[in-house]
């Protein structure tokens, strides 16, 4: 897995000055480029087998997120009618 250095800012242009404001997009925007994540994860040392369990539990919550909103979509689907 390559390195992907993400340079993140905000110009007083993009916010018209408004400081809270910058603030604001500029978190979003780190927490988008998943900044403060990576290095939590980096913080420590990881065992590979821990890592694999850790990725293979996280597929299967999102395949139960997935499947849970399927079978919402089709109840909505299924009362409009």
Do not use: C, W
């Not at 905000?10 to 400081?19: A, F, L, M, Q």
């Not at 979003?28 to 087998?49: D, F, G, L, M, N």
């Not at 597929?59 to 979509?73: C, G, M, S, T």
């Amino acid at each position: 897995m390559a390195k992907k250095s993400v340079n993140v800012s905000v110009s007083s242009k993009e916010t018209r000055g408004n400081i809270d404001k910058m603030i604001r997009r500029f978190i979003k925007k780190t927490k988008k480029a998943k900044i403060v994540e990576q290095v939590r994860e980096r913080r420590y040392h990881k065992k590979p087998s821990i890592k694999k369990k850790e990725k293979r539990q996280r597929a299967i919550r999102a395949a139960a997120r997935e499947k849970q909103k399927k079978l919402k979509a089709q109840e909505r689907r299924n009362r409009k009618r």
